[in-house]
């Protein structure tokens, strides 16, 4: 198949970098027609090294540049003006994660796309949770649909990071208002430790956890203790923190099952994946690491087989909604002290 998809990269900042090397790594299919960013010297950067035009907002790259889609990484309150104007030009959209800070916003957003599609139709509306294309986490879900660890018991998520400089890189910080980004980091980074349990557990049910804030400069929780019952009666725990301060390195993820379990290692360039059962008492490398890093090509490259062979994407727009009803969940849980319901 030879057809390109021209998209226009909308927001140049921390995570379009993931984003343009993932294409140029696995979706030949791409071409970058245009760089869009207020901050022009962002926009010029990535005009001149993907040969695009840049412009400082969509409605002038809506006008005056050719493009068949979007990829909007934007920060998480300019989603839904942005992904609206998008649709209404008939658009293909890939948006970032969260779709947007409240159900709300989500379903104005979903709203729009349904409409949109009434007169554009084959409208592909995706959100970026790059956690469904995170190849330890899918070989992960190989193996435990292989049955190489039993059945699930239980699992482990932990996310902890040191304070990354790229949440404080643009002056407005908009990370660091609760207004703006909707929460900390449960609805943020968080979701890519959601999903995961969801790929591998099912759907969640309801949630349990304390919230708190190691970072004084971050409105919303810069560490979450949580457990998560699923709808199948199972539990895993959910953990996420973020300090300035040095961490230890950790695993990622831990899956027990009835025969063994399976360890991802921490890393976003590597995290190797280690399964441990009888064949395999002392741990087994499955493959070479790639790591979360690695996520992003595939995203984007599964993004294009949908818009250019209307093929069926890896998950829907709406799933998305699970990981931040699971966060807004948790926020009420925080609150109540008490269990409360991701769906209800
Ligand atoms: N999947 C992941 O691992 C991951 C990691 C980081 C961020 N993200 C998501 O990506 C999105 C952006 O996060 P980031 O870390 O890149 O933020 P960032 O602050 O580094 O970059 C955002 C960019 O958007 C630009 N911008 C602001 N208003 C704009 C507008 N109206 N039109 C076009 N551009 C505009 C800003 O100037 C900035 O360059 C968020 O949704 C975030 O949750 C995802």
Redesign the pocket.
């Known amino acids: 198949m030879t057809a390109k998809l021209k998209l226009a990269l ?7 970098r ?1 984003h343009l090397d993932g294409i140029n790594k696995y979706a030949p299919r791409i071409e970058i027609t245009a760089a ?4 022009m010297s ?1 926009a010029e950067g990535y005009a001149a090294e993907t040969g695009a035009i840049a412009f400082p ?2 409605a002038q790259a809506l006008q005056h540049a050719d493009f068949d889609a979007v990829d909007i ?4 309150h ?2 839904e003006e ?1 992904v609206i104007m998008a649709f209404a030009a008939g658009k293909h959209v890939l948006l ?3 779709m947007a800070p409240t159900i709300d916003a989500c379903q104005r957003i979903l709203d729009a796309a349904a409409q949109a599609r009434t007169q554009f139709p084959g409208l592909v509306f995706m959100v ?3 956690a469904q294309y995170w190849p330890e986490i899918v070989l992960a879900k190989e193996l435990i649909d292989e049955g190489a660890i039993g059945d699930i018991i239980t699992a482990r998520a932990s996310f902890a990071m040191e304070l990354p400089p ?1 949440f404080f ?2 002056e407005t910080a ?1 990370r660091f208002s609760k207004a703006k980004a909707g929460g900390g980091i449960a609805i ?2 968080g979701s ?1 430790w959601i999903r995961p349990l969801r790929m591998w557990m099912g759907e969640i049910k309801e949630v349990m956890g304390v919230l708190g804030n190691p970072l004084p400069q971050m409105e919303g929780e810069s560490m979450v203790r949580s457990l998560v019952r699923f709808e199948s009666g199972k539990v895993a725990t959910f953990e996420a923190l973020m300090a300035e301060a040095v961490m230890a390195p950790q695993p990622w993820w831990r899956i027990n099952g009835t025969k063994g379990e399976i360890v991802i290692e921490e890393g976003l360039e590597n995290g190797a994946l280690l399964l441990y059962n009888a064949e395999n008492r002392n741990g087994l490398r499955v493959a070479e690491p790639l790591g ?1 890093a690695n996520s ?1 090509g595939p995203e984007l490259r599964d993004f294009a087989h949908v818009v250019l062979d209307g093929a069926e994407p890896a998950a829907d727009a709406a799933y998305a909604l699970g990981e931040l009803r699971t966060a807004l969940a948790l926020y009420r849980s925080a609150e109540s002290g008490q269990w409360e319901s991701v769906w209800d």
């Open positions: 909308v927001g140049c900042g921390a995570i379009a993931y869009i960013d207020p901050d962002r907002t969509l990484m934007v920060p998480h300019l989603h942005l970032e994660k969260p970026a949770e790059n790229y890189e643009d908009w943020d980074g890519h979360y992003f």
